[in-house]
């Protein structure tokens, strides 16, 4: 039974209470503090936009049943004004063209894992026919049923195989099957002071040792400046990418493809060591946030950061909401824009170090509760008469990983970095260059992301629905556990992930 909107958000308030009730508490004091001073999230809104009706004039006929069209449940892990006014529109074009009801869940990304597992296990609230979501999910639900792979697999046939970015689909790969469409996706980058590196006489921050140059050099700078803000919280998932591709720097891996985790490997506490020694010596006091990072190289305090592409705009003074504020943006609120350095990817320290990047790639899935017509004519408007209006959306994280259609190959890929970033602002392209318009289509377009290369798509959903990382890095820079300590607590908790684990070996992380 498909639930209205008045009935689907009380039930919704009171699940996800009794969800979080049922959380094991843990001892993260920090955490607490700045969950409690955060604002409350939101109940995602549903929108049902009906196709419309025949505006012909009916003759006069016999009074007969009134057929209804089919209703089709979308949910989107975004919550902008702006994402909503496009899927609005994508919603009412696409209910015009084919004429089934749309009903749109615009769903805080932090919340998705929570509301996909309480539909999964209730009775009374119902999947979604589609959903937007990130790469940590997409095999992991496939393997539990949640998405239609075989559905699934037909539609990029259909749509054009060889249109897509074929690493984003070999990376969702389950049984030999697609489990989720590639849409888009955007680099994780470092964003540091161009400037500040230039009158210091540093090196760019690309390598462990030039970023603790550069984070000490700030940091000296000023009371109020501080050397490297990245997100801790262990509410975000960021806070477990961050290090993730610290530690692929070092040339650490999560699991191998036997199904051996390998997190307590040399190169993984190297890479721990690396982390807890630029966050704890020059990162701001207490948790911070992809907010709290982005506002302080903003305010210009400090020197080096991890972000998404997201920060772009902003630096060139094109987001209201957070507009630059460093001392030399008074007189020129493209400041920032001019005197940033931007790095996509990070290379480690000893034998295994490598180059690496991590790119946050965006699926649409089929869920296994779809009309299988109704679904296949969403997925196919979303990846061709609607597909150049999403990815118009903020469009400095979205790099489509469709390329082109089969009659130009490219038209999307060539395309991105042209959009204008504002409704009447330069493009991407117009406000950095030809240079890193490349450098970040290429980055995101490439990603060696732990696990899934290995196989390991349901570890990798549920360490991310568990947050399993992002609690146990918070916990250590709490002071909770040693650096030497803490790789062997995230075992212990990333083998209790895994069922009937083979390689478990006995740890201890009071030693």
């Not at 994402?83 to 994508?90: D, T, V, W």
């Not at 009903?103 to 539909?119: G, I, N, Q, R, Y």
């Not at 030399?328 to 320290?349: F, K, R």
């Not at 377009?445 to 549920?462: P, T």
Request: proline content about 7%; glycine content about 6%.
């Amino acid at each position: 039974m498909k639930w209205t909107r008045g009935m689907i958000l009380p039930l919704l308030g009171t699940i996800l209470l009794a969800l979080a009730a049922c959380q094991p508490i843990t001892p993260r004091l920090a955490t607490a503090t700045a969950q409690a001073q955060m604002p409350s999230t939101p109940t995602p809104e549903s929108l049902v936009l009906p196709a419309p009706a025949s505006t012909a004039i009916p003759t006069a006929q016999p009074q007969a049943a009134v057929a209804t069209n089919p209703r089709l449940t979308v949910w989107i892990n975004e919550t902008s004004p702006e994402h909503r006014q496009a899927l609005n529109q994508m919603a009412a074009d696409f209910s015009e063209m084919h004429q089934i009801d749309v009903e749109l869940m615009l769903v805080a990304p932090s919340l998705l894992p929570k509301l996909m597992e309480t539909a999964v296990i209730s009775d009374a609230f119902s999947l979604p026919d589609i959903v937007l979501h990130p790469i940590e999910y997409t095999v992991g639900w496939a393997e539990r049923g949640i998405l239609d792979t075989a559905v699934t697999h037909e539609v990029v046939d259909a749509i054009g195989r060889d249109t897509f970015n074929p690493e984003a689909l070999t990376l969702v790969e389950s049984n030999g099957l697609t489990a989720a469409i590639p849409s888009d996706a955007y680099p994780q980058i470092v964003v540091y002071r161009a400037d500040w590196v230039e009158e210091l006489g540093l090196a760019v921050p690309d390598n462990p040792a030039a970023m603790l140059a550069l984070a000490e050099a700030s940091a000296a700078i000023g009371p109020l400046v501080s050397g490297f803000v990245i997100p801790t919280e262990s509410n975000l998932t960021t806070t477990h990418q961050a290090f993730e591709q610290i530690a692929q720097a070092y040339g650490c891996q999560l699991i191998d493809e036997k199904g051996e985790v390998l997190i307590l490997e040399p190169a993984c506490q190297s890479a721990l060591d690396f982390y807890f020694e630029i966050v704890h010596n020059y990162s701001p006091t207490g948790v911070q946030t992809d907010t709290s990072a982005r506002n302080a190289y903003l305010a210009g305090r400090t020197g080096l950061i991890i972000s998404s592409p997201s920060i772009l705009p902003a630096l060139a003074g094109l987001n209201d909401d957070a507009l630059p504020r460093c001392a030399e943006c008074g007189t020129d609120s493209n400041y920032l824009a001019q005197n940033s350095g931007v790095i996509t990817h990070v290379m480690g320290d000893g034998t295994l170090a490598q180059a690496s990047n991590l790119s946050e790639m965006t699926y649409l899935g089929i869920t296994s509760a779809a009309e299988r017509e109704t679904a296949v004519a969403f997925a196919t408007y979303w990846f061709n008469e609607g597909y150049a209006d999403w990815l118009a959306v903020e469009s400095e994280r979205k790099v489509p990983l469709r390329w082109g259609a089969a009659e130009q190959p490219r038209q999307f890929i060539d395309g991105w970095g042209d959009q204008p970033l504002t409704a009447a602002g330069p493009s991407l392209r117009e406000l950095y260059g030809d240079t890193l318009v490349g450098q970040l289509r290429e980055a995101a377009s490439l990603s060696s992301r732990w696990g899934l290369a290995q196989g390991q798509g349901g570890l990798v959903a549920a360490l991310n629905e568990e947050l399993t990382l992002s609690v146990t890095l918070q916990e250590m820079l709490s002071g909770y556990f040693s650096p030497g300590q803490t790789l062997t607590e995230a075992y212990a908790r990333i083998v209790d992930l895994i069922p009937n684990y083979s390689y478990d070996i006995d740890v201890n992380p009071d030693s």
